[in-house]
């Protein structure tokens, strides 16, 4: 019943916050707004967020002058879901864009379509691919550079330096979006050879793209994506080697971060200007059988866990260990330049939170879709307790106890078990809903692009075989 009603969910509660060491948020003083949002970017693999293996000095630098919220959620694991929450302030079924065929509505207000109302100048130097302008994210924005499919900052970054030159008489919105962190990772040899040397193990010189990580599983690589006849063995060294060329392509897009920033400062625009770092999604890193998967850790804590770091010109830097969503970044950068935010928006300010205040107990919402079956796929955090629904199987977690994960505890908490069923159908049912608008099959510009990089499912190799699975069991027949 609660997938017919819904599109997956996912909710958080705020433990206590800490408190924001300044007189306050310099709020409407800055005027400019720069996002830099990344894809699938571990927290715990940058160094402000306590990694030791040197990926990120730039990013660094500046979490030592903004705020870092240590457990920011995405509302998805998959970055098309996500970043239309991040430009809308809905939550996923409001929204609607919960598929590859789906658009974003025209209609609805977007965080670049406000601000460009409001007399700002409005551009995106985006990577494509998910953020392609055919899935209607380029709503509100005047300049929108989508060119570069699967692109890293290497690209976006020298476009977004000359459109800021261009533009800093101007108050602007600028969006710098980068697949740099996301398979397959096209970092200089030199930078891939840093944290990876010296492997010789099965997976060296093979592309680390979709095809390749989706059919490993465990402790194995198998022969096609249904998980049938191992042909190599994959042990921790392997998984240390595909983890060291991640980094590598994290530290390469760090220096690019860089490089932004300090145009930013030799425009003489630093302290007009709100910077936020975020990353779309997390990334599966073993934890739960998979790695670096094109589903990126589902709706466990690797696949939602993201940085959000927020610079307010004039405000000291701070730590929260309060857990927020990115849904909350659109009304987060209009109550920081003095707009209301749109009735639409779900999500809340961060701004009394920066301020000291403590924030209230929320629920948060993500969704994915089912590795299996490409179905919805929901859960609700409400801490400790996390559950999860991926085709009509329930878990439930106690995160004080086993915040990786591993235990489902399901049978042994039935009370606990029973509460969060209720609030999943709460929230369900409280949940308001859009239709987005139909693009048919995955869009047919992305879909040769898609399919090269490894996006086995679009092919939907998977959901036929599991459709046939369960026409079989429907018609009576056995589950293979």
Known sequence: MLLRLLMPFFLFQYPAASGFASDGPAAAEASNVLLILMETLRPDHLGCYGYRRGTSPNIDKLAAQSAVFENAFSQSSQSLISAASVFTGLYPPSHGVIRADRRLDPSLPTLAGELKRRGYTTAAFTSGFFLNRGFGLNSG??????????????????????????????????????????????????????FGAGYAGP??????????????????????????????????RDVDYIISQYDAAVLYADGRIGELLEELAALGLKDRTLVLFMSSAGEALMEHGTVISSFHGGLYEEGLHVPLLIHVPGAAASRFGAAVQLVDVMPTVF????????????????????????PPERTVYAQTLSLRTGLPYIGIRKYPWKLLLEDGNYELFDLAV??????????????????????LDRMVKGMPRRTAVSGGR???????????????????PRVRY????????EEGGAWK
């Open 141 to 194: 924005f005047e300049a929108y550079d989508d060119s570069t499919d699967f692109g890293t900052l290497a690209d976006a970054v020298p476009n977004a330096v000359g459109w800021l030159r261009r533009n800093k008489k101007n108050k602007f919105f600028l969006l710098v979006h980068g697949y740099d962190a996301h398979a397959p990772y096209r970092a200089p040899k030199e930078l891939l050879d840093k």
């Open 203 to 236: 997976l060296a010189g093979l592309p680390l793209d979709y095809n390749l990580a989706d059919r490993i599983w465990r402790d194995g690589l198998y022969a096609d994506f249904r998980l049938k006849r191992k042909v190599a063995p994959v042990n921790k």
């Open 335 to 358: 109550d920081l330049l003095g707009f209301p935010a749109p009735a639409t928006a779900e999500g809340v300010s961060l701004r009394p939170a920066l301020e000291g205040r403590e």
């Open 402 to 423: 086993d915040p990786a994960e591993q235990k489902n505890a399901a049978s042994e908490k039935p009370v606990e078990f029973e509460f969060m069923k209720a609030e």
């Open 442 to 460: 995955p869009l047919a510009a992305e879909a040769a692009r898609m399919k090269a990089l490894g996006y086995w499912w679009l092919d939907r």
């Open 466 to 473: 599991w459709s046939e699975r369960r026409r079989g069991k």
